[in-house]
């Protein structure tokens, strides 16, 4: 059953949302090369304990950090690692927060040094397909105009969109229904209704779709080895449209504006 949330229960929601937008913002000025994605995990660690918060991944099914951190042709769900990121690189941090045991998750593709032309574009249209997504994300909708709304973005830029990993609903759990696929058929699955949070979290990449995972049984990367790129936000479904708990970009949080510039 898809729960829906109170407008107290989505401010709390938010708070935690802010916290998130918080830590990544601050994160884009801690990655650069040399730094190791394990040094990543343990700042923000700290930085959210001192503020109260807890890093909800950590224990989650047995996983052992507070971020995955996912380089290059990984796709989602890496491990942190004592190895320097190099120039060039691309890592995405993802990440959930508990506040006063509530929820909110966000991952974010950032660049390491300086990238090459074809990462650059990677990342440029990932991320606005996220928000292509939750331009979609209004009542009376249906969870597959979101999907499709992705899914004919990417491809048009001649991207692919990873299958097996899909956003959710989300509140004092971090995965509740629904299934929030970022490809598919508009008009098809759950009707969207005010109240419902979800995460919209697309992973595209420059090559094809087909991912396989590691032997720790938990990194995702692609079989062509082409580069993969993940944004994700958490998103409160209200009467008037998407409500974005985890954006880091002012312009961007009023809806209004959403068309108009980018991060
Ligand atoms: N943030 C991830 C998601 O969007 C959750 C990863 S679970 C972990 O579903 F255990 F890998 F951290
Ligand atoms: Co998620």
């Given at each position: 059953m898809i729960q829906l949330k109170t407008s107290d229960e989505i401010r709390l929601m938010h708070r935690a949302g802010k916290l998130l937008a918080a830590c990544h913002r601050q994160l884009r000025r801690l990655i650069?090369?040399?730094?190791t994605t394990l040094e990543i995990d343990r700042w923000v660690e700290n930085w959210l304990s001192a503020r109260?918060?807890?890093?909800?991944?950590?224990?989650?099914?047995?996983?052992?950090?507070?971020i995955c951190a996912s380089v290059n042709d990984e796709v989602c769900h890496a491990m942190p690692r004592d190895v320097p990121l190099k120039n060039g690189d691309i890592v995405t941090i993802d990440m959930v927060v508990e506040l006063d045991e509530w929820m909110a998750d966000s991952a974010w593709s950032y660049s390491v040094g300086t990238i090459g032309r074809e990462a650059r574009k990677l990342l440029d249209v990932t991320r606005e397909a996220l928000y292509v997504g939750i331009r979609a994300?209004?009542?009376?909708?249906?969870?597959g105009d979101i999907s499709h709304a992705i899914q004919s973005f990417a491809e048009s830029h001649g991207l692919s969109v990873v299958r097996p990993f899909i956003g959710h609903g989300i509140g004092q759990r971090i995965h509740e229904p629904p299934e929030v696929p970022h490809y598919g058929s508009p008009g098809t699955g759950p009707e969207l209704r005010e109240g419902m949070v979800i995460t919209i979290e697309p992973m595209l990449t420059l090559g094809n779709h087909e991912v396989k995972i590691d032997a720790d049984g938990w990194t995702a990367r692609t079989v062509d080895g082409s580069l993969s790129a993940q944004y994700e936000h958490t998103v409160a479904i209200l009467a008037d449209g998407p409500m974005i708990l985890t954006e880091q970009n002012e312009a961007r949080k009023n809806r209004k504006n959403m068309d108009s510039c980018r991060n």
């Open positions: 650069r090369p040399g730094v109260g918060a807890r890093p909800a991944q950590k224990g989650y099914l047995g996983y052992p950090h507070a994300a209004r009542p009376g909708n249906r969870i």
